[in-house]
């Protein structure tokens, strides 16, 4: 397995549970270091600092849905500084292909239902992958999709990234090997992002798949993020991009780099998003099954109270 920064990249367990009735695919946005990319440092007793990873957590999402198998698709998402050349198709096809390898050959999880969870420019790679398996022999990945969680996903593009374009050229000119491409396709006024988000929409409605859509209230200052070269501080993906019409919507008291990342199991923001992802997992394994047409469908078991947590 290929690695960067002592990170393996491509589909990750982080939590498996006994005998999983469900999988969960957590994909991370553009610029994300994958081992810190659902992982929040916050304040412990003592004024020590902790990692809290609500993945994986014993107490966060484990808790909530014992029986899941938990995942993490890890890619190389900078643009800045040693980019690949990626785009939406070549990252949605690398998250396609650890699917297949995965499912294809493994009677006991290729039909599994599967929920995704997207962060930013991660929801468009999940909508890119469904897009790709409307036009190939892989409609079992799809008829498995149970549920999709997006966290400030720009599905109408965002007029941030012209910054990151920006910086990117003048990191070309620099020499530290900077790409751009990736951002391009993220420009408010792109085809290519409407032609897609178009397509999956259509499928999103005619097969009845429940999506959610969380929505950033707080700006993000990225001039600092990026050394305070540049001033900068912003709405990343506001309401109208992050919301497909018709969907509910999570509004959820972060700035966009902290959409995925809680503090513990009374913040506000991992309880919205956590309960979104039980209430799917319950309608996942009927609806899953009658897919594929099976019958006398069962649901999916919860822990005593696991509404409550």
């Known amino acids: 397995m290929e690695a960067i920064r002592n990170t393996p990249l491509g589909l990750i367990t982080v939590y498996e549970g006994y005998d999983p009735e469900i999988d969960i695919v ?13 992982t929040r440092r916050v304040e412990a007793p003592g004024g020590k600092m902790k990692e809290v990873k ?18 993490t698709f890890n890619y190389e998402s900078r643009w800045h500084r040693n980019a690949p050349k990626h785009r939406k198709t070549s990252v949605a ?5 650890c699917l297949e390898e995965q499912r294809q050959n493994n009677p006991r999880v290729r039909n599994r239902p599967l929920l995704f969870i997207g962060h930013s420019y991660g929801g468009i790679v999940i909508e890119q992958l469904i897009v790709h398996t409307l036009h190939r022999e892989i409609g079992y990945i799809r008829k498995a999709t149970a549920g999709i969680v997006f966290l400030g996903t720009p599905h109408r593009g965002t007029d941030v ?22 951002l ?3 420009r408010a006024d792109s085809e290519n992002l ?9 499928w999103v409605n005619r097969a009845s798949v429940p999506i959610v859509c969380g929505v950033e209230l707080y700006e993000t200052d990225y001039g600092k993020r ?30 966009h780099l902290k959409l995925n990342k809680y503090c513990g199991p009374n913040d506000s923001s991992y309880r919205a998003v956590s309960s979104q992802l039980v209430d799917m997992a ?23 109270n696991g509404r409550k947590r």
């Open 194 to 202: 409407k032609d897609m988000s178009s397509a999956f929409s259509r």
């Open 54 to 71: 609500w993945l994986s957590d014993p107490n966060l999402l484990p808790a909530r849905l014992p029986r899941s198998r938990v995942m």
């Open 26 to 38: 957590a994909v991370h946005g553009l610029g994300a270091r994958p081992e810190w990319a659902w």
């Open 184 to 186: 391009k396709e993220l």
């Open 282 to 304: 319950l309608t996942a394994i009927p609806t899953v099954r009658g897919r594929f047409g099976r019958t006398q469908p069962t649901s999916y078991r919860l822990p005593p």
């Open 226 to 255: 990026l050394g305070g070269i540049l001033p900068m501080k912003a709405m990343v993906v506001p309401e109208d991009s992050a919301c497909i019409d018709g969907h509910p919507r999570l509004y959820l008291y972060e700035d």
């Open 161 to 182: 990234q012209s910054w990151g374009e920006l910086m990117a050229v003048m990191g070309q000119k620099m020499g530290l090997g900077s790409h751009n491409e990736i």
């Open 93 to 97: 096809d690398n998250l396609l292909r």
